[in-house]
């Protein structure tokens, strides 16, 4: 009897599992507060992120940082708990709290396990509503900040990345670094710091995310318990930011002269897009191809096949009302033109050619796997939910990415390219010894050259 061979035909993978965020009930304490509760286990933990409209554009002109050293002294004392007694408080239930700033939003987290919800919510809604910023505290924390600003001047990477805002933004209101400068910082006082409470800090500017092993209406009456006579601020309107379509320094080098070093530091960067542009999606695919992942064109030319550098990569960074698009590096002195001249002529290469089908694939399937990640954890979840609320990004945001992002074509990333891959010369930051590095940037653009204590 013949044996008869059987083709076997390959099973298709399943499909992904659908990404969704818990459901969210949304109610306002009689301060004015909005909270959203998404009730979530099985883990009995809570993660609590409080985010207000008081960024560091809100810093006053001669105050750049203010907003920054508002939040560290936040918990540093109430008008009823001193700093020690709110640590304790934290510590003993094995809870954490944190805060910081960005351009566009100051933000409180606090992780607790779900038996202790209401005292670290009560905790954190004395230190936003009364703090005391104890005199003594303030002159710490400013003593910390400004032996940090002199520990900086060492780090290179922290320098450029300085000075490569700077350049960018110029006097828009992103163009100053969050945490300020040493010579605005000298001049903070407390009485700055509760100015700038009363002005920025209040309810109307805030939004309460709670996430975890906590049901919604238990969220509901311990917010308006915790939240209870906020005030007001008393500019409770998010700033109007100007979109930008030019950087302050497009088409010029900034050479930051750090005499000591053996290596240059080197960004290179102009307008990106602001958070939320539909353009995300395909500018999201290019960028990985050509500089966000492991395996992308830069890191090919420039790491593979020149060795030129260890690191080097490209990135968009989307705030409220624009953003940048950036390729960072660094190299030994010598190498330096040889470096910028090889990403630009890569950045050149995409913005006229596009890429590949096999790359968009392999660009999609890599977002695309690593975006679960992002609603693993209590915090990645409310994190996302507020996003979405603060920058109007859609409900359906999350449920919706893969799709979005599979939709992509290779037509619209060419045109993604096109429009942020230097469409006008860019803005170049390189940071190393200006006496030998200037002579290899003729050509680039006007080169000014700038000691690096501007930076402090």
Do not use: C
């Amino acid at each position: 009897m013949a044996l008869r061979s059987q083709a076997t035909a390959k099973k298709a993978p399943p499909p992904p599992r659908p990404i969704r965020l818990p459901s969210t009930t949304e109610t306002t304490t009689s301060s004015g507060l909005k909270v959203l509760a998404a009730e979530r286990g099985p883990l009995p933990l809570v993660s609590i992120r409080l985010v207000l409209h008081a960024g560091s554009i809100t810093d006053p002109k001669d105050k750049e940082g203010l907003a920054d050293f508002t939040v560290r002294l936040l918990r540093r004392g109430t008008e009823t708990l001193s700093a020690d007694a709110i640590d304790e408080a934290i510590e003993f239930v094995g809870a954490s709290l944190s805060g910081g700033v960005s351009e566009d939003l100051m933000s409180l987290y606090v992780t607790t396990p779900a038996e202790h919800f209401s005292s670290m919510l009560a905790v954190l809604g004395q230190i936003v509503r009364e703090p005391s910023f104890p005199e003594k505290e303030v002159e710490l924390a400013r003593e910390r900040t400004l032996a940090q600003f002199a520990n900086d001047l060492d780090d290179p990477d922290t320098i450029t990345s300085r000075a490569f805002n700077r350049a960018l933004w110029g006097e828009h209101p992103y163009g100053h670094d969050v945490g300020g400068k040493a010579a605005h910082v000298r001049t903070f006082t407390r009485e700055d710091l509760v100015r700038f409470h009363r002005e920025r800090i209040g309810p109307q500017t805030a939004l309460l995310v709670v996430v975890g092993a906590v049901k919604p209406e238990v969220v509901a009456a311990e917010a308006e318990k915790a939240f209870a006579g906020w005030a007001p601020a008393e500019q409770g309107t998010p700033v109007a930011v100007p979109t930008v379509a030019r950087m302050a320094q497009a088409g010029k080098v900034i050479l930051v002269d750090k005499p000591d070093q053996t290596q240059s530091q080197v960004r290179i960067g102009g307008p990106g897009y602001r958070l939320g542009h539909p353009d995300y999606f395909a500018a999201a695919a290019m960028n990985i191809v050509l500089g966000g992942g492991f395996t992308s064109r830069l890191v090919n030319e420039i790491r593979v096949e020149r060795g030129l550098s260890y690191g080097v990569g490209s990135y968009f960074d989307a705030m409220s009302a624009a953003g940048s698009f950036a390729i960072s590096t660094f190299t030994k002195t010598a190498s330096t033109r040889e470096i910028i001249d090889v990403a630009l002529a890569e950045v050149a290469k995409m913005r006229t050619g596009g890429i590949t089908p096999r790359e968009l694939k392999t660009a999609q399937t890599y977002l695309a796997g690593l975006y679960p990640l992002r609603t693993e954890t209590n915090e990645s979840v409310a994190s996302v939910i507020a996003d979405i609320r603060v920058y109007g990004l859609g409900e359906d945001w999350v449920e919706k990415f893969r799709e979005r992002l599979h939709a992509v074509t290779a037509k619209q990333v060419k045109e993604a390219a096109a429009k942020y891959l230097f469409p006008e010369p860019p803005v170049i930051v390189v940071l190393g010894r200006a006496a030998e590095a200037k002579k290899l940037l003729k050509g680039l653009g006007p080169i000014r050259v700038v000691p690096v204590s501007e930076y402090a």
